[in-house]
């Protein structure tokens, strides 16, 4: 397993779509996810610090969790089939709970805990961005990285779901 941190949610054009963008915690690759406009706006409200005048859907299952007296250990992104990521919340009693990448992000944000990634579904999902240049794994000038993501955001501009296909 490999723990992955949010970098954060984009909308791609032309499509419109929102997508999370997942990048290993130890490595260059990033793991793009295509999701739902409700799961976008759960993962960018936590991620700006926004509050919403009422709990969202993933709010409340958060303090369901507590109020029956559970803590969420982990949050794991499992596989990936047909272009759909498939994840699970993993309770401090070995409990797990078949879910959705987007809702088990959103609600490990919230939590907050870490979340994991099967190495099989970096491996086939998987891109990596950054190009190593100064031989420490950091790019050299902040020229440079600007660079880099502009590169990784024609990239995104220019896939599709389907081509994370096998």
Same mark, same amino acid.
């Given at each position: 397993?490999?723990?992955?941190?949010?970098?954060?949610?984009?909308?791609?054009?032309?499509?419109?779509?929102?997508?999370?963008?997942?990048?290993?915690?130890?490595?260059?690759?990033?793991?793009?996810?295509?999701?739902?406009?409700?799961?976008?706006?759960? =993962? /960018?409200? #936590?991620? $700006?610090?926004? !509050?919403?005048? +009422?709990?969202? %859907?993933?709010?409340?299952? @958060?303090?369901? =969790? /507590?109020? #029956?007296? $559970?803590?969420? !250990?982990?949050? +794991?992104?499992? %596989?990936?089939?047909?272009? @759909?990521?498939?994840?699970?919340? #993993?309770?401090?009693?070995?409990?797990?709970?078949?879910?959705?990448?987007?809702?088990?992000?959103?609600?490990?944000?919230?939590?907050?805990?870490?979340?994991?990634?099967?190495?099989?579904?970096?491996?086939?999902?998987?891109?990596?961005?950054?190009?190593?240049?100064?031989?420490?794994?950091?790019?050299?000038?902040?020229?440079?990285a600007e660079h880099e993501l502009k590169r990784f955001?024609?990239?995104?501009?220019?896939?599709?779901?389907?081509?994370?296909?096998?």
């Amino acid at each position: 397993m490999l723990e992955v941190e949010v970098v954060g949610v984009r909308i791609e054009l032309p499509s419109n779509q929102p997508l999370v963008l997942l990048k290993e915690r130890d490595g260059e690759r990033h793991l793009p996810i295509w999701i739902g406009a409700h799961e976008a706006s759960a =993962i /960018a409200f #936590v991620q $700006q610090g926004i !509050t919403p005048p +009422r709990p969202m %859907t993933h709010d409340l299952l @958060v303090n369901v =969790i /507590a109020a #029956v007296g $559970q803590k969420l !250990t982990e949050v +794991r992104i499992v %596989t990936v089939q047909d272009t @759909v990521f498939h994840a699970c919340l #993993v309770f401090e009693n070995g409990v797990s709970v078949e879910s959705r990448a987007s809702d088990a992000i959103a609600i490990a944000l919230r939590v907050p805990c870490p979340i994991m990634c099967e190495q099989t579904v970096m491996d086939e999902a998987g891109v990596e961005v950054a190009t190593e240049t100064d031989g420490t794994g950091d790019l050299e000038t902040p020229e440079q990285a600007e660079h880099e993501l502009k590169r990784f955001r024609e990239f995104l501009a220019d896939v599709e779901p389907e081509d994370f296909e096998k």
